[in-house]
């Protein structure tokens, strides 16, 4: 493939057309993390029940990872030279999760996390995809090693719940 200056006139010297679709799926990708992080939190507030200290705690690790995720995705969309989402409101409009409100049961807590986990997974694929398909290696191992700690974290619950 030959590349023009033209197409490759951004500092990491990828095409700025691809690293704009990485941008775009990176910022699907936070604003996805932060509403998923804003539902673990109220969880962790609000769960009830026998096993209220397990979840209470294995709620707090994961909004912590959640919140070391978003992060660094932050920071990775302005390394690949772009601005990152910063509002609850473009938060909503960009993201695919639904915000949940109003549960405590352990239970329904963590089928939630479950499922919100597995959104959090599909959507890293998409952006992992998009930086492959740009030749951002970067961008694309820093998705894949979160993808890996998120579904795992994902077997734990499910295990959790049967």
Not at 24 to 38: A, G, P
Request: aromatic share 10%; charged share 30%; net charge negative.
């Amino acid at each position: 493939m030959t590349t023009t200056k033209a197409t490759l006139d951004n500092h990491l010297k990828l095409d700025n057309k691809a690293m704009k679709n990485v941008s775009d799926k990176l910022n699907d990708l936070l604003s996805d993390y932060h509403i998923f992080y804003q539902n673990v939190r109220g969880f962790h507030w609000n769960v009830k029940g026998e096993n209220f200290f397990d979840l209470h705690e294995k709620f707090e690790e994961l909004y912590t990872r959640l919140y070391e995720n978003i992060d660094e995705l932050a920071e990775r969309i302005v390394t690949i030279g772009f601005n990152p989402l910063h509002s609850y409101s473009d938060y909503l409009k960009n993201t695919i999760h639904k915000e949940i409100t109003d549960v405590s049961s352990g239970s329904e807590c963590v089928k939630h996390v479950v499922d919100g986990l597995g959104i959090l997974a599909q959507s890293h694929r998409k952006a992992a995809k998009a930086a492959g398909d740009a030749d951002d290696i970067a961008t694309e191992d820093l998705l894949t090693n979160f993808v890996g700690d998120l579904e795992k974290r994902m077997w734990m619950f499910t295990k959790f719940a049967e």
